[in-house]
C-alpha cells in the first residue's frame, strides 16, 4: 500500500527559530501533497496544497510568508515554519493520494512545541 | 457555510457490542464520503470511501452508510474489540481530491 514518511516526529524549537518539516511518498508519486494543522480535540484543518514544480495553494488565512511549501519533485514536500512563536505549536500532518487507490495516505504526524 | 459535525462526546461500548458514529453534514454535496482512524500522536488512516451514489458499503466489521437526504453517514464497527478503541474521522470531497474537509471526530473506547 501507500506509504508516506514523515520527518521528523517531534521537535521542539526556541522562539524565532525555524523548523522544517519533511514528507516523502515512498512508494508513488504525489503531484499533489496536502498540509493539516490539528490542535487538540480539533478536527485537520487544511493549510495549503503543495504542488510540485509550482507555487502551493494557501487557504485563506495562512501565511505564506510564514509557513513556506516547496514541493521540488514527486516524492517531496517540505514545510518550513519561519521564525516560530508558541501560538504555532501544534500538529502539523501531511498527506498524499496514490492514484491507484482509495483515500488519502497520511504521514504519522510532526509535533512542533515553541518556547 | 460548509459544515461537518461529529458527536464530540466520546462513545463508550463494551466488547463484542456493535459501535455506531454518526457523521452529519450542512451546506454541501458530496460525491465522496471517507472515514478515517486515528490513534493519539499519529496521522489518520483511510478506512472505507463510499460514494453519492452507494447506500452502503462493508469491510470486514466496518459497514457505511450514506443518505444525501438526511445529509447522514453512519459508521459501524461490529463485534468491537479494546483495539478498536480509537478517533473515527469522517471527511467530505467534491472536487476529486482536492479539497477534502474532515470532521473533528468522535473518540470510541471499547471496554473489555
Known amino acids: 500500500g501507500a506509504v508516506v514518511s514523515q520527518h521528523p516526529s517531534w521537535v521542539i524549537c526556541k522562539s524565532g527559530t525555524s523548523v522544517k518539516i519533511e514528507c516523502r511518498s515512498l512508494?508513488?508519486?504525489?503531484?499533489?501533497m496536502f498540509w493539516y494543522r490539528q490542535f487538540p480535540k480539533q478536527s485537520l484543518m487544511l493549510m495549503a496544497t503543495?504542488?510540485?514544480?509550482?507555487?502551493?495553494?494557501?487557504e485563506q488565512g495562512v501565511e505564506k510568508d510564514k509557513f513556506l511549501i516547496n514541493h521540488a519533485s514527486l516524492t517531496l514536500s517540505t514545510l518550513t515554519v519561519t521564525s516560530a512563536h508558541p501560538e504555532d505549536s501544534s500538529f502539523y500532518i501531511c498527506s498524499a493520494r496514490d492514484q491507484a487507490l482509495y483515500g488519502y495516505t497520511f504521514g504519522s504526524g510532526t509535533r512542533l512545541t515553541v518556547v | 457555510s460548509q459544515k461537518i459535525e461529529q458527536n464530540s462526546e466520546a462513545l463508550n461500548i463494551q466488547e463484542g457490542k456493535t459501535a455506531t458514529l454518526t457523521c452529519n453534514y450542512t451546506?454541501?454535496?458530496?460525491?465522496?464520503l471517507q472515514w478515517y482512524r486515528q490513534d493519539p500522536g499519529r496521522g489518520p488512516v483511510f478506512l472505507l470511501l463510499i460514494r453519492e451514489n452507494e447506500k452502503e458499503k462493508r469491510k470486514e466489521r466496518l459497514k457505511v452508510t450514506f443518505d444525501t437526504t438526511l445529509k447522514q453517514s453512519l459508521f459501524h464497527i461490529t463485534a468491537s474489540q479494546p483495539a478498536d478503541s480509537a478517533t473515527y474521522l469522517c471527511a467530505l470531497d467534491n472536487t476529486g481530491g482536492f479539497k477534502t474537509i474532515f470532521g473533528a471526530g468522535t473518540r470510541l473506547f471499547v471496554k473489555a
Open positions: 512508494d508513488f508519486q504525489a503531484t499533489t
Open positions: 451546506n454541501y454535496s458530496p460525491a465522496y
Open positions: 503543495s504542488n510540485e514544480g509550482s507555487k502551493a495553494t494557501y
